[in-house]
């Protein structure tokens, strides 16, 4: 009977072992790593060891860039994600973050920014703007004394004694008002000037300590929970990567700066949420210094050759034709105030007001534009960190 009923027996243990393989979950590698308790691949990636050189790695690309980088990004105005390739780590990812880095290349009391490389910046003329505009005064007012005592010299060649005396004390009366003009422009912008070096300085070391006790709150705090591992990747980053002091550092010194708060009204706002670098105060010092040398008298001496001649001095002769140069002091309120006259989804618009008034108000900007045209033409490619 048992072997009657042998074949029946063998035969169902098959279809039901058949029907289990057929309606049973496969055995995917997620229910494996679970069975056996094993991290994913994703886990081991979140939770490794955090590599110091590579840290150290990323913060030597920042510090490359801020040295080399012949780049800006958003310079034409407020770009979405300009602000924090160009200065990552730094708080442009914020509200308002790219209206302030595009701010930073139209005020002089922002630095004037054309590179994110300071040494592109040196070479663009925008470290010794106040050097190159004095040179150009001492060399006017040269010309003024030599031409006065040229004209003198032909008035005694025909006994004109008393015109040549006075065309000589014209010509050093108009080197004189000049020199007062300018000198009167120079103690107006020093205010403004150490304004931003104290901001720089003061609100760095600010900063600074901030993140330091940011840094060792977060180590101590993994370490009591016993996260070993946490504690190394908090001091890891914390202290080599650019997130942390060292991207910190370098951000306060040769960056433009940190940006602290959101920006919606750059006029009040920039002041207490931006943080300013040495290398920004550095920049702003020279264009605002530059301004004050820009400075005319406000009544100019008439040129000794129209009053040798006897001729009244009209508007063209009084004085050399410039453009109004508004007090360097006051240029980056006064342009902020224009983008905060709307709402701030309408930041790029008023951006646009603030350079095209900005460019008719200072000369000097010209080389800038023309400097930009021929950046945006070529696009750039792995200078920075996105």
Known sequence: MLNTLRPFTAGAIAVIGAAAVITGPPDTAPRTHDALGAPSTAEVA????????????????????????????????????????????????????????????????????????????????????????????????????????????????????????ETVREAFATVLANVAARTEALVAALPQILKTFAGAVIGGTQFLAAKTAAVVKEVVARLST????????????????????????????TGAGVQTGPILNPASDIPTNFVPSVRTAVQAAQWTLRGALEAEPTVAAPPPAAAANGETPTAATAAPETLD??????????????????????????????????????????????????????????????
């Open 46 to 165: 979140l939770t490794a060891w955090q590599n110091p050189f590579v840290a150290l790695l990323d913060s030597g690309e920042m510090a490359e860039n801020y040295v080399f980088g012949g780049y800006y990004n958003g310079a034409e105005g407020p770009t979405p994600g300009a602000g924090e390739a160009n200065w990552p780590s730094a708080g442009f990812d914020q509200t308002g973050g790219d209206v302030l880095n595009f701010l930073l290349t139209q005020q002089p009391a922002l630095g004037n920014y054309f590179y994110v490389g300071f040494l592109e910046n040196f070479a663009a003329g925008a470290y010794l703007p106040a050097l190159q505009q004095w040179q150009i005064n001492v060399a006017d007012n040269i010309s003024v004394v030599l031409s006065g005592l040229n004209r003198a010299a032909r008035d005694l060649a025909t006994g004109q004694w008393a015109e040549a005396g």
């Open 226 to 253: 016993g996260n070993l591992e946490g504690a190394w990747n908090a001091a890891v980053d914390g202290t080599l990567g650019p997130s942390g002091i060292t991207g910190a550092l370098l951000n306060l010194n």
């Open 325 to 386: 140069v508004p007090d360097a002091a006051d240029a980056a309120p006064d342009a902020v105030e224009a983008l905060a006259a709307d709402t701030a989804p309408d930041a790029a618009g008023a951006a646009g007001r603030a350079v095209s008034s900005g460019e008719d108000a200072t000369p000097h900007r010209g080389a800038a534009a023309r400097d930009r045209a021929h950046r945006s033409a070529a696009p750039h490619t792995g200078r920075h960190r996105s």
